[in-house]
């Protein structure tokens, strides 16, 4: 990532182009949050783009103290739930050999596990499964995905608390790679 | 007294204060079905977060760039944005790199440590992370001056100094596993990893450039360096010197 393209306007501007570069730079974390919400590869691009396109329209209203990819997250949560949800395909449908197309085992986890897992968080409800992947995934702190999903610490905490339940639960079976 | 399931939780996620982080490290050593309650909630994070790591390695599809860029669309360069002075400060923009390169700690090892639980680079000891396997072996004998001769090496040995305390610190990048960076400390214990992130570069940038100010190491990385070194790094004689002691801790 280079950031000579950024071009602080005094102290406190910048340029559109700036942000837009910023925002190329978050694309895959960005693909990655909607893929915990879209169980399938092209729903979270089409996500993606819905929010990319909804952001783009709305640059005005970064808020002072928000970060920007807190802010790009919720709005690929919502973009998920007003577009594309209804019509998202439905079930596994992801082909091994597709899923591991562009990473092997030798680098990241073992393709069935990636799968376990997938399945596991698909199952869960919307709402776990956002808080699931803003905290465990993203890494995001518990303020920040709060924020984000626009509910109270303590709703948050809750849901992340019976999303693990759930996950420990429907993968203590699988022979993971957790020890 | 014993934990709350919760409160373990916000252990593993990094979310407790020092004092309650301290609790915590104390009962899991007081009780070792803590212990695994603790590192059971590890495993978790860590297993969800590879189910998905590969997504951010893969190529962005280039119809996402194009939305982004507006190049469907004009282009209007200069169009400024006000933002408020805070705002600005925020958002540092090298805070940039570091912030969708770095990660929690806790969750970027353990991506190593789960998938490689004997032979892996990290290991994950009493709470602490540790260097294990070739990385440990790496920090123990390999030597940023020497290093470049090994062309296979897994690990690429970086800066080397001592800290506030005395003990050794040395910086390093994986090959393999992410390109990842890390710092990690001597201790009586192991190497203990002070920090890590995912690499800006590709690891196989050259031996001789983690050496250099201004490397490309990421900066949250730079930064713990910063915070822990005192002095200068050591140059390639105190390197070996230190190597040849078994980076035993100096005497203050």
Known sequence: MTFSNVVPVGRTCVTEEALREQIVGLLPRLRRFARTLARNAHDADDVVQIAIERALARLDQLRPGSEISSWLFGIVRNAWIDEVRGRARQGRVFAVEELGEHVGEDSMGSVADTLAVQDALARLPEEQRAAVGLVLVEGLSYKEAARVMEIPIGTLTSRLARAREALQEMLSDTTGAAS | ?252
Request: proline share 5%; aromatic share 6%; charged share 25%.
């Open chain 2, 1 to 252: 007294m014993t934990p709350s399931e919760e409160k373990l939780m916000a252990y593993v996620d990094g979310e407790l204060d020092e004092q309650a982080r301290v609790e915590v490290e104390a009962a899991m050593r007081a009780d070792p079905d803590i212990a695994a309650r603790v590192a059971r909630q590890q495993a978790l994070r860590a297993r969800v977060r590879l189910a998905f790591e590969r997504v951010v390695e893969e190529p962005v599809p280039d119809r996402l760039v194009a939305a982004t860029r507006g190049e469907s669309a004009p282009v209007r360069a200069n169009n400024v944005i006000p933002l408020r002075r805070k705002e600005s400060r925020k958002w540092s923009w090298p805070e940039w790199s570091s912030m969708a390169a770095s990660l929690a700690v806790g969750a970027v090892l353990s991506l190593l440590f789960v998938r490689h639980t004997d032979v892996g680079p990290i290991a994950s000891r009493g709470g602490h992370l540790f260097a294990s396997g070739a990385l440990a072996q790496a920090l123990s004998d390999q030597l940023a001056s020497t290093q470049a001769n090994v062309p296979a090496t897994p690990v690429k040995i970086g800066v080397s100094f001592r800290d506030k305390s005395g003990n050794y610190c040395r910086t390093f990048a994986l090959r393999e596993a992410g390109s990842l960076a890390g710092l990690a400390c001597r201790s009586g214990a192991g190497w203990q990893l002070d920090a890590v992130a995912r690499s800006e570069e590709s690891a196989d940038a050259g031996a001789a450039r983690y050496r250099q100010a201004g490397s490309p190491l990421p900066k949250a990385i730079l930064q713990s360096v910063e915070d822990r070194i005192a002095g200068e790094p050591l140059d390639a004689r105190a390197e070996a010197a230190a190597q040849a002691g078994g980076w035993k801790a100096a005497a203050q």
